[in-house]
C-alpha cells in the first residue's frame, strides 16, 4: 500500500476526534456545551448529565 494512501486514510478515520482536549470545568461554563471535531462537527454535551457527574 503507498504511504500517502495510509496516511490520508487514518486522517479520515480519525476526522471525528476533538481539536483539542476540554475539561469539565470548561464544559460547565459554557452556554452550549460541546467539543468541536478535526472535521468542524460540534458534538453538544447534555448540560444536566454534565452537572451530574461533576
Known amino acids: 500500500m503507498n504511504k500517502n494512501v495510509l496516511v490520508k486514510t487514518i486522517q479520515t478515520m480519525n476526522s471525528h ?3 483539542r482536549r476540554v475539561n469539565l470545568a470548561e ?3 459554557m452556554e452550549k456545551p460541546g467539543i468541536r471535531g478535526k472535521d468542524n462537527t460540534f458534538f453538544i454535551t447534555d448540560k444536566s448529565e454534565l452537572d451530574l457527574i461533576s
Open 17 to 19: 476526534l476533538p481539536t
Open 27 to 29: 464544559l460547565l461554563k
